[in-house]
């Protein structure tokens, strides 16, 4: 389903709603649900790349968004995160990171732990200089092509979810309903697609 049909399809949902927008502005909501929103709830819906970002002296916690300056490009950070030569141990699990690392212990050096808390990454130890950090990351899509997209779940999903912000805008909340239901609908088949395409991925088994 190419872009202008998607375009079509929200329009459509949206009613009286979008009445007033251009096709530019019916075009970002789209584009704002496909590069942002899907991805959110959708992991295979993300894309995976590599950022590198630098630590600063002292400073051992660091926001995803503004301190890395990687707002609007990195979902989640992923392993193996390295420091050259070695590769860090990155968690999201508070007990076990807190029960290696003391929280009050604020210990310079090399650092080589991190704890993935929200948006935050906490590094320990304290970094004590200047280090460049190599993460492997979840990311945000760049925008939908003009082609549109293959898969009709997904497209329709991008249209049910515009027509969702365009009528909540509006307060048109009964046709805000409507279309956030549709959106919920293709948001579950896309995940169930996920999910019944991480089963059929062969597993590597360990001896």
Do not use: N
């Not at 949206?14 to 649900?33: M, P, Y």
Request: charged share 25%.
């Amino acid at each position: 389903m190419d872009l202008d049909t998607i375009v079509t399809r929200t329009r459509r949902m949206a009613g009286d709603a979008s009445s007033g927008l251009d096709v530019d502005e019916i075009k970002g909501h789209i584009q704002r649900v496909y590069r942002f929103e899907i991805p959110d709830q959708v992991s295979d819906c993300a894309r995976r790349g590599t950022v590198t970002w630098s630590t600063v002296a002292s400073q051992a916690e660091y926001d995803l968004d503004t301190h890395t300056g990687l707002k609007g490009v990195v979902i989640a950070p992923r392993r193996p995160v390295r420091l050259d030569p070695i590769e860090m141990w990155l968690t999201t699990d508070e007990d076990r990171f807190w029960a290696t690392w003391e929280e009050t212990d604020l210990t310079e050096g090399s650092p080589t732990d991190i704890l993935h808390r929200g948006r935050t990454l906490v590094l320990r130890p304290v970094p004590d200089a200047v280090y460049s950090i190599l993460m492997p990351a979840s990311m945000y899509r760049a925008a939908m092509p003009t082609a549109g997209l293959e898969y009709e779940p997904e497209a329709l999903a991008c249209a049910a979810g515009a027509a969702m912000q365009i009528a909540a805008d509006l307060g048109e909340h009964a046709v805000a309903a409507d279309a956030g239901s549709m959106y919920e609908a293709r948001i579950l088949e896309l995940k169930t697609r996920s999910a019944s395409a991480s089963r059929s991925r062969p597993q590597l088994r360990s001896f």
